[in-house]
């Protein structure tokens, strides 16, 4: 008795699960790629001169507290009687 089974293979399951893994990340691959063309991230405008402001703003500030930061080092090491 030959009995063979007369299905096309398309016809089995296994089949497509097999396919089913690679045509996911394909799929996603596409996705992803679609997202990243369609939405680009946007560009901080002029980081460089913010940084440098910021640069400014903290150096004024350390100016200010300088008279503080130089009681404190005298407290801390007072000056030896002549």
């Known amino acids: 008795m030959n009995t063979q089974d007369k299905k096309r293979w398309w016809q089995y399951?296994?089949?497509w699960l097999i396919i089913s893994?690679?045509?996911v990340v394909v799929i996603a691959s596409f996705t992803t790629l679609y997202l990243?063309?369609?939405r680009p991230d946007p560009v901080i405008d002029d980081y460089y001169r913010k940084g440098m402001e910021i640069n400014k703003?903290?150096?004024a500030q350390?100016?200010?507290l300088e008279p503080a930061v130089q009681a404190?080092?005298?407290?801390a090491a007072?000056?030896?009687a002549p």
């Open 13 to 15: 399951g296994h089949v």
């Open 21 to 23: 893994g690679p045509l």
């Open 36 to 38: 990243a063309i369609s």
């Open 57 to 59: 703003t903290l150096d």
């Open 62 to 64: 350390s100016k200010s």
């Open 72 to 75: 404190r080092n005298n407290a």
């Open 78 to 80: 007072p000056v030896a």
